[in-house]
């Protein structure tokens, strides 16, 4: 048994900013993939571990993975 935490999304918008290039909206954003798994077994990724208890895994767990971005409209 095991639950895993697999993506979460950050963003935060400014709308009608005055500051001269008519920018309508300025939106800056943050994801981050494979959070966290929590488990009670020893395997590095408990998603890879069938019915009969056999680990298709390779011995490595998932890898982070980092967004960042911003989204600007004129």
Known sequence: DY??????TLSYSLRDLDV?????DLKFY???FNVYQFQ?????????VDAR????G???????RFIL???VSF
């Not at 639950?3 to 979460?8: H, V």
């Not at 020893?42 to 998603?47: G, K």
């Open 20 to 24: 001269g290039m008519k920018i309508k």
């Open 69 to 71: 971005g911003m989204n």
């Open 3 to 8: 639950w895993r935490i697999t993506d979460i």
């Open 40 to 48: 009670k077994s020893s395997v590095p990724d408990a998603s890879l």
């Open 53 to 56: 208890v056999y680990d298709y």
């Open 30 to 32: 943050g994801t981050l």
């Open 58 to 64: 390779n011995g490595y767990p998932l890898g982070r």
